[in-house]
């Protein structure tokens, strides 16, 4: 099992950026790709972006050109560094990991809230 732990969320105003990062820990080496997730109110929880262990990456439409994945392996530690924020970014943001697939989460963080004021 692996323990993601999300930090990095607030309040931001419409073109601002944050930068969220989530801590792994545990059995680490069973990860293949690891993801962030969002849940906006009154919606559906969304795949923002995933990234590969060998270092692919792919973006939800809505946030391509603004937002971008990245890991440091070293740190055991992913990121997503948000840019050009806009209120409909306003979600509760959730780190997840998989041993297979991107769409099938087998470890979830809590979650971090950012709120994207217009």
């Known amino acids: 099992q692996v323990q993601l732990v999300e930090s990095g969320g607030g309040l931001v105003q419409a073109g601002g950026s944050l930068r969220l990062s989530c801590a792994a820990s545990?059995?680490?080496?069973?990860?293949?790709?690891m993801m962030w997730y969002r849940r906006a109110p009154g919606k559906q929880r969304e795949l923002v972006a995933y990234?590969?262990?060998?270092?692919?990456?792919n973006y939800v439409n809505s946030v391509e050109g603004r937002f971008t994945i990245s890991r440091d392996n070293a740190k055991n530690t992913l990121y997503l560094q948000m840019n050009n924020l806009k209120p409909e970014d306003t979600a509760v943001y959730y780190c997840?990991?998989?041993?297979?697939?991107?769409?099938?989460?087998?470890?979830w963080g809590q979650g971090t809230q950012v709120t994207v004021s217009s």
């Open positions: 997840a990991a998989s041993r297979a697939s991107p769409y099938s989460p087998n470890d």
């Open positions: 990234i590969s262990n060998g270092g692919s990456t």
């Open positions: 545990g059995s680490t080496f069973s990860i293949n790709f």
